[in-house]
C-alpha cells in the first residue's frame, strides 16, 4: 500500500485525490497547502485525509510514503527537492520544471540521495497508449515515419489568468504543448532539428504554438496546442504498411489500428477513474520493486525532454523570470 | 460550352478527362502530347477527342476554347506561356509553377495578353469546401483561431521515382504541401511568420515536411505533408466558438461542425465525378462572364501561396535545378 501526500491543493490535486479512490494499492492520507482555505474541495473529496500547513509538515509526516507535486509550474522544482530532501519518492506534475536547468537540479538531488523520483506525464501509462507504443515498436504499422498530434483547450482570455502569466510559466506550450512533445520522444526520441513559431498573448505567453521536430531515424512530429480553442485532441502515428489513430489521445481508452489492406480495427481501453490512476501505480510498482526510476519515464528522457522544451522556446523567443535565475 | 484542350496525358490528365465526362457545360475536344504512345490511356477513355503531336499543335486547334495544363511540375511555366501566346484561356494544374519568379511570368503574360488563367487547385472549388470557408468567413465557429491539416501519400521510395527527382521539382511540399499552404492563405491569408523542417530522400527531396504558419489576425496553420505514408488527411478549423472537422479534407465531400453546446452537425456534398469537375464548372462561368481571373482563386493569391512556398524551402533549404535559372 502507497500511502500519498499531495503537495498543492488546486485542480490538478482535486483530479488525483479522484483518480486515487479506484488505484489500486494506494491510498491519499495528506496533503500540504499554504492557505487551508484552499482545501475545501480537496478535503470535501476526502474528509479523512490530514491537512497540513505548508509543505515542510507535509514532509514530515511519517505516514507519506510517496508525495505528488501538484502546485503551479514555478515551483515543481522546490517542492520536489524539499520532499527529495526528507526521503520521500516523489511524482511531479508535467511540465517537470521550468527548464532544463531545474529539472537537472531535481534529478541530481534526487540521484545523490537514491530516492524516487518520476515525472507525472499520465498519459504515457495508460493501457491504451502503452499498447500503442508497443504496436509502434513492434512493426504493426511498418515503418513508423511520423506523428501528427494536436491538442487544445479553451481558457479565459483574461490576461491576469495563470495561463497568461509568465511569472507562473504560462502559456500554450508549458501547458499543453508538453503532451506532444512527451509524446514525439517517447515514439521517436530525441529530436535532431526543430522549427517552431507561435501566437502570443499581449502578456507575452503563448496561445497557440506549432512546432515540428525531425528524429534521428527520419520520423517527422508536427505538434500544435492553444489554450485559446478546445481541439478534438486528434493523434496519428503514420507508418508504411498503417497507421493509428487516436481522438483526446492525451487521456486515452481507445485507438484505431489501420492497416494497409484497408482494415480498421478497434481497441477499447477503459479506464477505472480518471486516467491518472495508471501513473500512481506505476509509482507504487517501482517502489515495490526498489527502483529509483520508472521504465517507462526515465529520468534522462525527462531532462531530454525539457531540453526540446527549452529549444522550442528558444526558436520562439519565449523566456520566463524564472529562467533568469538560472542565466549567466 | 467550353470545348477543352488538355496539355499532357499523365494521370492527373486522365482524372480530369473523367471529370469532365461529369461536369456541365464542357466537353474534351483535344489533346496534345509529345509521345503519342502516352495517350493511349486518355484516349481509351475518350475515344473521340483529337491528339495533336506536339504542343503547339494543340494551342492552334481553333475548337480548343480553354486549356488545362497537366504536365509535370517544371512545365507548368512553358505550357502555361505558350497557351497564353495562342490567346487559349488557362487553367493549370498545382503547383502553379516550381517558385514565384516562374508564376510571376505566368501571370504578367495573362494580364498583358487578357488572356484567362486559374491556378487548378480543385479542392477549393468544391462545394463542401466552399461552405465550409462560408461557414468560417460568417463566424459559425466563433473567432477562427487555427488550421491543422496533414496529407500524406504512399509513394514508390524508388529514387528515381518522379517524386524524388529534383530536376522535376519533386519532394512532398510541392506535390502535396501545397493543398494546406492554399487552405491556409483560403482562410487566414498570406501568413507573417513561418517555420518549417522536414526529412529528406538521398536525392535531396524532401520526403515530409512539417510547416507553421502565422497569420496577421493572430491564427496559426499546423501543416504536415509526406510522399511516405498515406494519411487520413485530417484536417481541423479551430475556433473559439466550435470548430469544423473534415477526413479527406483535400477531396471534401463531407464536413462536421462542431458547435461549443457539444452538438456535431454533419454536412454532406456528394461530388458526381472525381471532384474537379468543380474547378472545370468555375473556368466556364468565368469565361462565360467575361474574367480574366477567378475570384475564389485570383492571381494575386496564387502569386502570395508560391512565396510562400518558396519561404518554405527556404526554410528547410530545398533548392530545384529550375530555380536557378532565376537566380541573381
Redesign the interface.
Known amino acids: 500500500m502507497t500511502r500519498w501526500g499531495i503537495v498543492g491543493t488546486g485542480k490538478i490535486a482535486v483530479a488525483f485525490t479522484e483518480a486515487l479512490r479506484v488505484t489500486e494499492g494506494s491510498r491519499l492520507v495528506a496533503v500540504g497547502t499554504r492557505d487551508i482555505r484552499n482545501a475545501a474541495r480537496l478535503t470535501r473529496l476526502a474528509p479523512e485525509v490530514r491537512v497540513h500547513c505548508g509543505y515542510q509538515a507535509l514532509m514530515r509526516d511519517p505516514e507519506v510514503d510517496a508525495v505528488y507535486v501538484a502546485t503551479p509550474h514555478t515551483e515543481h522544482r522546490s517542492a520536489s527537492l524539499l520532499a527529495l530532501e526528507h526521503g520521500k519518492p516523489v511524482l511531479c506534475e508535467k511540465p517537470f520544471a521550468i527548464n532544463h536547468s531545474e529539472a537537472a537540479d531535481m534529478v541530481r538531488a534526487a540521484r545523490e540521495r537514491g530516492v524516487f523520483l518520476m515525472e507525472a506525464m499520465w498519459t504515457r501509462f495508460t493501457p491504451a497508449m502503452r499498447e500503442v507504443v508497443r504496436m509502434v515498436a513492434d512493426g504493426t504499422i511498418g515503418q513508423p515515419?511520423?506523428l501528427?498530434a494536436?491538442l487544445?483547450w479553451?481558457s479565459d482570455p483574461d490576461p491576469t489568468h495563470r495561463l497568461r502569466n509568465l511569472e507562473l510559466g504560462g502559456g500554450a506550450l508549458m501547458d499543453i504543448g508538453i503532451y506532444p512533445v512527451s509524446l514525439a520522444h517517447h515514439l521517436f526520441g530525441r529530436p535532431v532539428?526543430?522549427?517552431?513559431?507561435?501566437?502570443r498573448a499581449t502578456t507575452g505567453a503563448d496561445?497557440?504554438?506549432?512546432?515540428?521536430?525531425?528524429h534521428e531515424g527520419?520520423?517527422?512530429?508536427?505538434?500544435?496546442c492553444?489554450i485559446?480553442?478546445?481541439?478534438?485532441a486528434?493523434a496519428?502515428i503514420?507508418?508504411?504498411g498503417g497507421?493509428i489513430?487516436m481522438d483526446r489521445w492525451y487521456n486515452p481508452t481507445a485507438f484505431d489500428l489501420?492497416l494497409?489492406d484497408g482494415s480498421r480495427i478497434p481497441h477499447r481501453f477503459p479506464h477505472r477513474g480518471n486516467g491518472m490512476e495508471h501513473e500512481a501505480e506505476e509509482v507504487s510498482r517501482c517502489l515495490a520493486a526498489g527502483r529509483l526510476e520508472s521504465p517507462l519515464m526515465p529520468l534522462d528522457e525527462t531532462l531530454s525532454i525539457m531540453e526540446t522544451m527549452d529549444a522550442i522556446r528558444s526558436?520562439i523567443d519565449l523566456r520566463f523570470p524564472a529562467d533568469a535565475i538560472f542565466a549567466g
Open positions: 515515419r511520423a501528427v494536436e487544445g479553451y532539428g526543430i522549427a517552431a513559431t507561435s501566437t496561445e497557440q504554438t506549432g512546432a515540428v521536430l525531425t527520419g520520423q517527422l512530429t508536427s505538434l500544435m492553444s485559446q480553442v478546445d481541439s478534438p486528434h496519428v503514420l507508418g508504411t497507421r489513430e489501420l494497409s526558436k
